[in-house]
């Protein structure tokens, strides 16, 4: 056993130079802390210098497989996401596909979904984006900005080059973002 301040430790490990910082510590109750002698969770992790990635799956040749970085960010198939979730794969000849399943199968009231969400009537527009890098891009969202209408953009954003919108009464436009009519 090795006391670490108040901790009691079942096992430590440290570096070359042990007041430099842990490496690895075991609390008698089984919490495990990785740069860190107060490990508060059953795994703990700390960055030693702030910008080191805070867990990451390689491969033997450091290949990045998944990562959680010191923002927060999850990338799977990149060492670096720039984004709450990153998702990165070049896969020569066939898709690169992400799926969000619900398996059951007994009830009609078992769904899959997708949400895009933003925090109110002040935020942005809730919207996804499909892009073919260097050329086209097309958006499909609601309009927040434009009394929450349902718009096809031919852009990374809504409002810009509209091309299909739907307002909240049905009435439907192409090439206007003010239709007047169903269709």
């Known amino acids: 056993n090795t006391s670490v301040g108040n901790e009691t430790a079942f096992m430590s490990v440290w570096g070359d130079d042990p ?7 075991v609390k008698k109750a089984g919490n495990v802390g990785i740069g860190t002698t107060s ?5 703990t992790i700390n960055s030693t210098n702030g910008t080191d990635n805070l867990f990451q799956v390689a491969t ?4 990045g497989i998944m990562v ?3 923002q927060g960010n999850v990338g799977i198939g990149t060492v670096s996401p720039n984004n709450g979730l ?27 979904w997708f949400v895009s969400s933003v925090g109110g009537t002040s935020a942005g527009d809730p919207f996804i984006t499909f892009d073919i890098s260097g ?12 009394s929450d209408k349902l718009k096809i ?3 990374t954003a809504l409002g810009t080059t509209d091309r299909l919108t739907i307002d909240t009464s049905g009435n439907v436009g192409i090439g206007t973002t003010q239709p007047s009519s169903t269709l």
């Open 19 to 25: 007041t430099s910082g842990v490496g690895l510590f």
């Open 39 to 43: 490990p508060a969770y059953k795994l």
């Open 60 to 63: 033997t040749t450091n290949q």
């Open 68 to 70: 959680i970085n010191n």
């Open 86 to 112: 990153t998702v990165s794969k070049a896969s020569v000849g066939s898709a690169v596909r992400s799926d969000v399943i619900n398996t059951d199968n007994t009830n009609g009231a078992s769904h899959a």
């Open 135 to 146: 050329t086209t891009d097309w958006s499909l969202g609601a309009d927040n900005s434009d």
């Open 153 to 155: 953009s031919q852009s």
